[in-house]
């Protein structure tokens, strides 16, 4: 089992639709979790980290599951502009800390 | 505040050169971090570093060496450059040792032939 797993998509949907990413975590020790964007060809910027509550940035909510072991996130109201691959990422502690990233989720906005 | 920067952008190898893969931050992070990146898959954490003078190994240092002399630098060196090296190289650095957010270089697409 992969350390961070993330459906590849690509997901494909209208302008204004809401989308759901999950991701599912194998280390129950994690202790921090990120959601990272990536334009193509280009390195990737985080979007949000996520907290235990669930937090949001405008248009974009992300859940932490730990019983589960997954984290999301909902972005609403798409624009075109949110093209992109949304990279998971946790920070998992073996002997050092270590960000593991997820191989991606590519989102593509439809006019 | 130029953040991350990484020279080159673009480079062709021949089997068996070898080269240095150049990063650089401004921001006095500590925490430095050399990511490759494959078609298809996730950064894979080549070496790290957690302060001038002391790196250490990630999940694929095989074939690379890295040296941090000072706050600022964390140079890439490949030797006896190697197809399986053909990648997206990225550097990154944070402030914080795994908790808080890293920022990313602009990346060097790398070609061995």
């Known amino acids: 089992r992969k350390e961070v797993e993330q459906d590849p998509g690509p997901f494909n949907v209208p302008e204004g639709a809401t989308v759901a990413f999950n991701c599912t975590y194998s280390n129950s020790a994690s202790q921090s979790f990120f959601w990272y964007r990536q334009d193509c060809r280009k390195e990737p910027k985080l979007l949000m980290s996520v907290y235990s509550s669930g937090n949001e940035d405008g248009r974009f909510t992300a859940q932490l599951n730990r019983a589960s072991q997954y984290i999301s996130l909902l972005i609403r109201d798409s624009k075109l502009s949110d093209s992109a691959t949304y990279l998971c990422v946790v920070n998992t502690i073996s002997g050092t800390y270590k960000y593991i990233f997820g191989t991606g989720t590519r989102l593509k906005v439809l006019a | 505040n130029a953040g991350v920067t990484q020279t080159p952008k673009f480079r062709i190898l021949k089997i068996g050169q070898s080269m240095t893969l150049q990063c650089a931050q401004d921001m006095n992070h500590n925490y430095m971090y050399w990511y490759r990146q494959d078609p298809g898959m996730g950064l894979k954490l080549i070496y790290y570093?957690?302060?001038?003078?002391?790196?250490d190994k990630g999940e694929v240092p095989n074939g690379y060496n890295v040296s941090r002399s000072t706050t600022e630098d964390f140079p890439l060196r490949l030797e006896l450059a190697a197809p399986s090296q053909t990648s997206v190289y990225f550097c990154a650095s944070s402030y914080q040792r795994g908790t808080g957010e890293q920022f990313f270089g602009p990346g060097t697409r790398l070609t061995v032939l």
């Open positions: 570093s957690v302060g001038a003078g002391i790196t």
